[in-house]
Nanobody, 124 residues
């Protein structure tokens, strides 16, 4: 069982940055691959980024590649999403789910545990 709590969201102007954090409880955190997804109002949840249990491999959606960076600190049971050069259409609730599936996956149905999300609002 893993419980996840996202934080770090807020209101930022276009071009700004935010560092999102996801704190996990549970002794087996380091065995899970982690992802970030987002859901904008009226839209389906979409994949943003993923990282393997060791942090050795990462994968990004094309829309965020070069602007967002996913990382993790297993000693702190925390995964991060550094978001730079934010755009108004990045406004969404951001979630960090966990999966015990091997490797990386972009499919939300592969992720077993989800937090409540953190709101990111980018003004123009």
């Amino acid at each position: 069982q893993v419980q996840l709590v996202e934080s770090g969201g807020g209101l930022v102007q276009a071009g700004g940055s935010l560092r999102l954090s996801c704190a996990a409880s549970g002794r087996s955190f380091s065995s899970y691959s982690m992802g970030w997804f987002r859901q904008a109002p009226g839209k389906e949840r979409e994949f943003v980024a993923a990282i393997t249990w060791s942090g050795g491999y990462t994968y990004y959606a094309d829309s965020v590649k070069g602007r967002f960076t996913i990382s993790r600190d297993n000693a702190k049971n925390t995964v991060y999403l550094q978001t730079n050069s934010l755009k108004p259409d990045n406004t969404a609730v951001y979630f960090c789910p966990a999966t015990n599936r091997l490797g990386l996956t972009t499919r939300q149905y592969d992720y077993r545990y989800w937090g409540q999300g953190t709101q990111v609002t980018v003004s123009s």
